[in-house]
């Protein structure tokens, strides 16, 4: 059975851009991870996201010329209450 959280999260957003940039951010709310300090799950999620290697997302989306950079994290964006985790991706001009 799924859990329902007590806040809504959107399921849908339209985005209106002010800029030309080049970049997707993508913003996943979660538990918060503060009490988790001493096995820090974000980070394993960050590394395996953030890897630059062969096999990795990143070189996936470079091949495919998506993308030119990926950056994964949760820095400085958690509370007690919940926590975001953040996918950022500088995209190519095609």
């Known amino acids: 059975r799924p859990v329902t ?3 809504n999260v959107p399921q849908r957003l339209q ?3 002010v ?5 997707l951010e ?3 709310p979660m538990r918060e991870i503060l009490s988790l300090y001493k096995s820090k799950p974000t980070r394993y999620l960050s ?3 953030g890897h630059e290697g062969v096999g990795s997302l990143l070189s996936l989306l470079k091949s495919k010329q998506y993308a030119t950079e990926l950056y994964a994290d949760d820095s400085s964006k ?3 209450p919940f ?3 953040t996918v950022r991706m500088e995209l190519t001009d095609s």
């Open 19 to 23: 800029a030309q940039v080049h970049a």
């Open 83 to 85: 926590s975001i985790f």
């Open 5 to 7: 959280p007590s806040w």
């Open 15 to 17: 985005v209106v851009p």
């Open 26 to 28: 993508l913003q996943f």
């Open 78 to 80: 958690s509370c007690v």
């Open 47 to 49: 590394h395996l996201l």
